[in-house]
């Protein structure tokens, strides 16, 4: 169904320090996420914690964090 259990923070974890190998950020829509198919491509799945009040993120604030997130991680 695309959805991960996985902190944004501990997917990048093992990317911290040396050289980064690429990678691509894949949003998904609010609500359902992503497509089963394109989840199966994805190496890795991560969401961003929010609280339990909030549904979900405006995807631009939420790549907003994602990038944010992994520039912290180079």
Do not use: F, K, W
Request: net charge neutral; proline share 3%.
């Amino acid at each position: 169904d695309g959805a991960s259990n996985t902190p944004l923070h501990q997917a990048l974890a093992g990317h911290g320090g040396g050289v980064m190998a690429r990678v691509a950020i894949i949003m998904g829509a609010e609500g359902s996420g992503l497509r089963r198919l394109t989840a199966e491509r994805c190496d890795e799945l991560a969401m961003i914690p929010m609280h339990a009040r909030m549904e979900s993120l405006n995807v631009s604030n939420a790549a907003a964090i994602a990038l944010y997130a992994l520039s912290c991680c180079r």
